[in-house]
């Protein structure tokens, strides 16, 4: 198995700071039942058998490594990748993180998405295309929250991706935000942002599907969600409480460390870090 994950946590998430005019929170410190968002993705990982985590860091980026760096529970291997340029397209972030990974594949995630551990099961599972990638996705559309926001994936019946985008209006699958990748996805992301001096994820899996090369893996009944505003928080904490109704030993309990009553709001996490450089 892999045992090295990217994962991207550069961004702002100005759609779930408050609208007082302060400055947006740290949206991997954001709070979900207690835990943060990125601490939930990386607790996960952790219990999955993964030993090392690069995170790509940007926005806020001290505060976000300080209290990773100093937080209990984590006890896989750290790597922070700092992207200057966190507000340029997500593809750069991924390139950021690419001195940092040696080996030859790797899983890449969002530090804003929450996902059953299953998920990352069914991508160990499947056979990953050396010069290509997996994506998980799914297929329950009746399911997915916020469809409108969602990166919507055209695939041929099968394994293969056709298209991807948020602005499709044929498709068949939803993407979750959990890859596996060769490092043929880092060729391809710099391939486009040699082009146009900036790159989307999407952009290199466009790439890699042109190719034949980007495949899909259905989440089948496992849950999942993106987690950008006040709502689709709101919805991912009731997916948490009902997890923890539906299994007691499930992914709430073991990623906590204590029960979950009590302790399911949002904001950021409060933490004493060095004083901010930028």
């Not at 968002?37 to 940007?58: D, E, I, P, W």
């Not at 340029?88 to 950021?96: D, P, T």
């Not at 055209?154 to 602005?167: A, H, L, W």
Request: charged share 20%.
């Amino acid at each position: 198995m892999v045992k090295t994950a990217v994962i991207l946590a550069a961004g702002n998430g100005s759609r779930l700071a408050t609208q007082s005019g302060a400055p947006a929170p740290s949206k991997p410190l954001t709070l979900l039942a207690g835990v943060p968002l990125v601490v939930r993705t990386l607790l996960n990982l952790q219990n999955s058998g993964f030993q090392r985590a690069v995170v790509v860091t940007g926005y806020r980026a001290e505060e976000v490594e300080w209290a990773l760096a100093n937080d209990p529970r984590l006890t896989i291997e750290l790597a922070f990748a700092r992207n200057e340029r966190w507000k340029a397209a997500n593809g750069v972030s991924v390139l950021a993180a690419r001195p940092f990974v040696d080996s030859p594949e790797f899983y890449l995630l969002m530090s804003d998405h929450i996902f059953e551990r299953a998920i990352l099961d069914r991508l160990a599972e499947a056979t990953l295309d050396p010069a290509g990638a997996l994506l998980a996705v799914d297929r329950k559309l009746d399911e997915v929250f916020d469809m409108d926001d969602a990166t919507k994936v055209q695939t041929d019946g099968g394994r293969e991706i056709i298209q991807i985008g948020k602005q499709l209006t044929t498709f068949d699958a939803v993407d979750t935000g959990v890859f596996r990748c060769s490092r043929s996805l880092f060729d391809a992301l710099a391939a486009v942002h040699d082009r146009k001096g900036d790159c989307s994820l999407s952009d290199g899996i466009g790439t890699l599907a042109r190719g034949g090369h980007m495949h899909v893996v259905d989440v089948g009944s496992a849950w999942w969600q993106d987690v950008d505003t006040p709502e689709a928080m709101a919805h991912a904490r009731t997916m948490l409480l009902e997890a923890c109704l539906r299994s007691p030993d499930g992914i709430v309990a073991p990623n906590l460390g204590r029960p979950l009553a009590g302790s399911v709001g949002g904001g950021a996490l409060p933490v004493t870090a060095p004083p901010r450089l930028h």
